[in-house]
Structure formats: C-alpha cells, structure tokens
C-alpha cells in the first residue's frame, strides 16, 4: 500500500515486560481496496490488529483468532483465553507469558473486528458495518492488505479460529477468502482450515435444544422444562436468560462462578506507553470490552443461520473443526451444536456422520480430554471440563488442532 511503512509496525518492547521474544507487528491496516472500495466510506477507516509471530514465524502457520458478539472485542482471546500475554497488573504494569499460548506452535494474530470495537476507533459512524455481510467485506479487505505488506508469511497457511459468534463471522470471512482466491488477480490465501468453538451457527436450532441441556443436568426440573417450552416457544432467545435466573449459575461455564474480569485490559490498553507501543494514536479511553454500535446494527440477523455456508465451504473442501465444552450452558452448548451437526448435508457431512466416537486423549495412557468424531474435512470434538470459552479452560485444544490439521 502506498505511502506505507512496515517497520513503523514492529513492536519492539511492551511495557510491563520488556522487550518482546519474537517478531510482533501491531497498528492499523485500511478496510478499503480492491474487495471494499474506498467511496464504501465517508472516511479513512482502519481496522486495528496484533500480529506475534512464532520463533520462525516467516515459515509458521498463522492462527486468526477472533471472538463473538456480535461486536465484542478480540482482545478477550489475547490476555484471557490462548494470546501470548496474561495481565497480572495493569496498574504497574505487569505483563507475564502465557506458557501454552498458541504463539508457540503458529503465528498468531487478532484484528479488532467489526470496525468501533475497542481501539479500532471510527472516524465516522455512518461507516460501521450496517450488516455482518458488510463487515466481513471490511476484515477481508483489512486481512488482504495486511497480507500484501508481509510478503514473507504471504504463501503460508492461514488457519480462522474463534468462539461464540465467530460461527457467524467465521464461516462468511472463510467464504470471502475462497471466493477471492477464484478471481483471475489480487492476492490468493491459502486457507487451511477453519475452527468453529462453542459456535454461534443455527440460532434457533441451537437455542432449542436449552431446557433439554439444562434438564440433563439438574438445572431444572421436568415439570419447570415443560414450562419454560411452552411459555418460550414463541420468544426462544430469551429462554436462556430464563434458564439462568431459575439455576442461579453462570452459564458460560457451569462449574464456574464467573468471567475473567476484562477491566485490567482496557486499564492497560488505555495506558499512553502502551498505546505508543502498539502504535495507537488516539487517546480515546476505553469504556466498553464491545461495540453497542455494531451490536445494534446486527441485531436484525443476529439469529440467522449459516449451515449452508459451512455446507459450502466443505464443498469446496475446506476443513472445519467443530469444538464444543461440555459446561458451556448457553445456547452454543454441545446439544444445540449436535442438533445443527446432525442436520448438514453433502459428502463431508455424509461420511461425518457415518463416523463412530472416540476418546481424545493427548498420548495413550494420558487421561480423557472429550470425545471426537473424525471424519476427515468435518470434526466435532466435545471437550471435558471446558465451557464457552474453551480454549481457556482446555489449553490442550492447540494440540488438537496441530493433530488434526496438520502443523
């Protein structure tokens, strides 16, 4: 991209911990180009993102890792869930590794994702996605030019994981990267595979399927589940809620009181030393972990599904990995997920099904982590002591990945 420097993006030191180990590139790439032209804006727009790379990251894999929402912010995945960095104090500040960080095993990288999430500030708000569509065009264009200034990671697979709404997002940015791969010019990805957790793909399907999980476990009784089904039959987005104030427990994850408090990072990303780091020239203070902006402009197709995206994209023989925590009781738990599995169509989803459950364990001899069905190009994997957010509860999803993907 013209006028662009690509050392003015090295990070070199953090503060709270000093000079970085590896290669690392953060800042802001534009959301216009050849795939979301520029008069798609009143402004100049940019997504922020956080590249870090492996030990030899110009010969690395690299993981996209993108959280829900709609509208909530990436940066839940890098301090709290599989990122490079924990935050032990904001105030000081202190910053440790993450020891099974997924930086050890591939180049890892987040965008701040639709545009008005946290510190991927708009210059104008008539240019916040208006539909996920819409915003996926804008990560894909983001994605592309980050891309073409990093020639050396350019022929590398990239691999899309994320949780929660990323099943929307996930699925439509796959589809933008296969659909741009097959035009005669512009910058091909070669996308490996893509790994839906706890996933936010057939709303409706899924949020169907909350008393029976809730009724599994205790949570209520049968009599309470006949109620809930007829009172919410009409209004299931709100049956969850409805599940969670008769059970009193934190539904994210079911064996836990609740989430990890997000305040120390917005603490430490509003410091001025960090947004010099990381190349932030706004001093606009952080005051939400999501944009209430995007939230309300997905709200209308917040519930529509995307089977036939993933039905498409295993088509066209992409790889997909289907994850699911056990805990996780909201209404992305493995029941709804079975429910919407059970319904997809095509070869991949045929020989899929034709697949018996294993155990997964990372060595023989080594205890159980869940249960898998492989069946190639589609896999489902149900994770043991995990929730909604898995990837924190169960570090050992890395290895998974590496084993089934192949890296």
């Not at 993981?63 to 105030?91: D, K, V």
């Not at 741009?180 to 169907?208: C, F, H, I, R, S």
């Not at 299931?236 to 009181?257: E, H, W």
Request: net charge negative; charged share 20%; with cysteine.
């Amino acid at each position: 991209m013209k006028g662009y420097s690509l050392n003015k993006d090295q990070l070199i030191t953090l503060p709270g911990f000093g000079e970085v180990k590896q290669t690392q590139f953060a800042g802001y790439v534009p959301i216009t180009g050849d795939v979301y032209p520029s008069n798609n804006c009143k402004k100049n727009e940019s997504l922020f993102y956080w590249f870090v790379g492996t030990q030899d990251y110009a010969n690395s894999p690299t993981i996209i890792w993108t959280n829900g929402g709609p509208g909530s912010s990436s940066f839940w995945g890098f301090f709290l869930e599989n990122g490079p960095y924990e935050i032990t104090s904001a105030s000081k500040p202190e910053l440790k590794e993450r020891e099974q960080g997924w930086n050890n095993h591939a180049n890892y990288m987040i965008f701040e994702h639709p545009l008005s999430v946290m510190l991927s500030f708009d210059v104008d708000e008539n240019d916040i996605p208006a539909t996920v569509e819409e915003g996926i065009q804008q990560y894909y264009q983001a994605l592309i030019n980050f891309i073409e200034l990093h020639p050396e990671i350019a022929n590398n697979p990239i691999i899309l994981a994320g949780e929660s709404y990323a099943g929307t997002y996930l699925p439509l940015l796959s589809k933008a990267i296969l659909d741009g791969n097959e035009k005669n010019n512009g910058t091909k990805l070669d996308l490996k595979a893509t790994v839906l957790l706890d996933a936010w793909v057939d709303p409706y399907t899924q949020m169907g399927q909350d008393s029976n999980y809730a009724y599994m476990h205790g949570m209520i009784s049968a009599k309470e589940k006949q109620h809930l089904d007829d009172k919410f039959q009409y209004n299931l987005p709100a049956i969850n809620d409805a599940i969670q104030r008769v059970s009193g427990l934190y539904m994210t994850n079911v064996a836990q009181l609740a989430d990890p408090a997000f305040s120390p990072i917005m603490e430490y990303l509003n410091r001025p030393d960090v947004r010099a780091a990381i190349h932030v020239d706004s001093t606009k203070p952080l005051t939400s972990s999501w944009s209430e902006a995007v939230s309300n402009n997905y709200k209308f197709g917040v519930n529509d599904s995307y089977v036939h995206v993933v039905e498409e994209l295993l088509r066209r023989n992409l790889q997909i990995l289907v994850i699911s925590g056990l805990n996780d009781a909201k209404d992305c738990n493995f029941l709804g997920t079975e429910k919407w599995l059970e319904g997809l169509q095509g070869e991949a989803a045929e020989k899929f099904h034709e697949t018996s459950t294993q155990q997964w364990r990372l060595n023989s001899g080594m205890p159980v982590l869940g249960y898998i069905q492989d069946g190639g190009l589609l896999s489902w994997t149900k994770v043991l002591n995990a929730g909604h957010m898995a990837v924190r509860d169960q570090p050992a999803i890395i290895n998974l990945l590496k084993k089934l993907i192949g890296f």
